[in-house]
Each structure stands twice: as C-alpha cells, then as structure tokens.
C-alpha cells in the first residue's frame, strides 16, 4: 500500500502571495491531519478533516485554512504568507478517528515551505 | 492543556551503547502516548503506542518503552543502538476526548558515534 504523499516537496514564496499544499492520505484512510514544524515552534496542529468536515483546529490564525475532498485528499492553504510561515507542512492520515480516536496516524514527507 | 517535555534536547551515545530518551507528559487522565523518529528530510515515522494495559510496549527496530504513572513518563530505550539510529525523537500524546490532535514534545535529536 503506497503512504501518505505530499506535493509538492519544497516551494518558495514571497510573502504575502498565498501557497496551496496537497495531500494523498493512505487508500482507505478517512481522517487528513495537518501539522507544522518549526524550529522555534516545534510541531503544531493546525487542523483535522474527516468526511470533508473540519473536526478539530488548532491555535493558528484564519489565514491557514483547509479542505477535504470526496476522494479523502486534503489541501492546505495559507494566504498573505508571512516569512514565519516558513516551515516543514506535515500531514498525516488515519483510518477511521471516529472508532478509535487514539487509532495511529501516518505521516508523509512533508512539504518545506521557504518564504522569502 | 497537556503537555509532553523531553528534557533532553541532544544526546550521544556510542555504538552499541544502551539509550534511554526522556518524556514527562502533563494530563490528569491517562492520555495515549506515542513515540516517532524524524531522519533529516523526513517525515515523522511511528516507533511504538500506548494506550492501556501492559505498561512495557514493543516497538519497531528494537525499541521498547515503558509507562509509569507515578511519575508521569514514558521513556524510550533501546538496549543496543545502531549507527542508523542516528535521528530526532518526538513523544506525543493524545487526549482520548474527541480530538485527534497530536501534542508533541520538542525533540531530542540523538547522535552515533562509531
């Protein structure tokens, strides 16, 4: 079974363009978690979708947003990119959280975000 | 809110050596508490769970932990590390509330030395 992919793997950006992360969760996996690594920060939580409904966010502010599709897929998008957006963007995926909500999540290769 | 801590931020150990990494979790419940790996350029990878029963947990590539309630830990060993262990350890943990969101501890980076 292929994992978690992410795309693309590095981007840059000038701040204040906006920036669109995808993710392709594990086939059959249902729940799409975003996280966010930085040095400072360490790795946050931006946000959960499952069913094509946010489930849970994090303490980011409103430019971070997302979305889910029918087929599970999630993008991530931030907007009027500040340069401490920079960062490696984390997604992972889980099966079913609604079952088992400590059910293990899976993560994929991150895509590094520079923001100039 | 809970909270994990690795109070170690950078360890090194020799090759064969035996490891022990620190996590100290902050939750009046008894959370679900994971350990990942991060090798540069990669994502995160799972190397064991807990949730409840048996207090020492197997995991992949030899690794085992073990929670303590009493002193509120879950700490990483391997009895003899390999050169490709060489990498950053994350504890995590999760409220078994509803919410799926992983709260990470801040890292210890381990260094191999030959």
Known sequence: KAGVTQTPRYLIKTRGQQVTLSCSPISGHRSVSW???????GLQ???????????NKGNFPGRFSGRQFSNSRSE??????ELGDSALYLCASSMDPVVAVQETQYFGPGTRLLVL | AQSVTQPDIHITVS????LELRCNYSY???????WYVQSPGQGL??????FSGDTLV???????????????????RKPSVHWSDAAEYFCAVIVG??????????????????
Do not use: C, D
């Open chain 1, 35 to 41: 996280y966010q690594q930085t040095p400072g920060q």
């Open chain 1, 45 to 55: 939580f931006l946000f959960e979708y499952f069913s094509e409904t946010q489930r």
């Open chain 1, 76 to 81: 991530m998008n931030v907007s009027t990119l």
């Open chain 2, 15 to 18: 090759e064969g050596a035996s």
């Open chain 2, 28 to 34: 009046g419940a008894t959370p679900y508490l994971f």
């Open chain 2, 45 to 50: 990878q799972l190397l064991l769970k807990y």
């Open chain 2, 58 to 76: 197997q995991g992949i590539k030899g690794f085992e932990a073990e929670f303590k309630r009493s002193q509120s830990s879950f700490n990483l």
């Open chain 2, 97 to 114: 509330t509803g919410r799926r969101a992983l709260t990470f501890g801040s890292g210890t980076r381990l260094q191999v030395q030959p």
